[in-house]
């Protein structure tokens, strides 16, 4: 018995009707775990009252710690892809509610370093993506091989989200300076 495909199906760039049924039930079954998921983190951030930007910056500030680096303004702007302008407003915003300081830079006295001021365990959890022990209790069910299989497959699926990223992002700036 052949396993091979007959070379002119005709539904050749999707493949068999059964892949792409189930290729579609994968991607459907991923974009409802992305709602629900998306939905719990807005609820942290609310009970925390830190936006999506607050708590990206926390988790790169906390993380670049963690490696000995120090962040600037201007790397953690362009990191998030906000202007000057909008940095120093989150940063203030950050300060006022006691999740960084800022220090003058030991490289450079005219420069500024942001350093997180030590984490409550709440805001420790959601910026640092620790994760609850009911998702940990999913996942230990699985056997290896199927642990591996589904990082192999989140791994793929985000490179060709920041590939697609990467094609799309020169033409909407092209669109946008159209007006």
Known sequence: MSTQRPEASPHYWYGDEADRARSVAVLEALRSYRAAETAMRRRSQESMGMGENDLIAMRYLLRAQEQGRAVGPKELAQYLGITSASITVLLDRLERNGHIHREPSPFDRRALIIVPTVPTDELAAA???????????????????????????????????????????????RRDERG
């Open 127 to 173: 910026t640092l993506g620790e994760v609850r022990p009911e998702l940990v209790e999913v996942v230990e069910h699985l056997s290896p091989e199927d642990a591996r299989t589904i990082i192999d497959f989140f791994d793929s699926m985000r490179d060709a989200v920041d590939e697609i990223d990467n094609h799309v992002a020169p033409h909407t700036a």
